[in-house]
């Protein structure tokens, strides 16, 4: 890990496009600011676990659920509808 020390808006500058600049120093707690492209993302790591354990959780379907759509995907089309939307085949 680097540890640096840095004042009051000064900045580090991390690969070429991004750059985290100390904006406050109140007793324990520092004011960040993060200057990123937006397809960048930047989230507090607490929010970023919790987009990862949703993500993990919406990928994991139950044996229920994965028994339903195999049946759906197992029935027949109705005549004319080809399998695919819009009655197109």
Do not use: F, Q
Not at 41 to 46: A, G, M
């Amino acid at each position: 890990m680097l540890v640096l020390t840095r004042k009051i808006m000064e900045s580090v500058v991390i690969g070429d496009d991004i750059e985290v600049y100390i904006l406050e120093i109140k007793g324990d707690r520092v004011r960040l600011g993060i200057k990123a492209p937006r397809e960048v993302s930047v989230h507090r790591k607490e929010i970023y676990e919790e987009i990862l354990r949703s993500n993990i959780e919406a990928a994991s379907a139950s044996p229920e659920a994965t028994r339903e759509m195999d049946r759906l995907l197992d029935e027949k089309p109705p005549p004319g509808e080809g399998g695919r939307p819009g009655g197109k085949g």
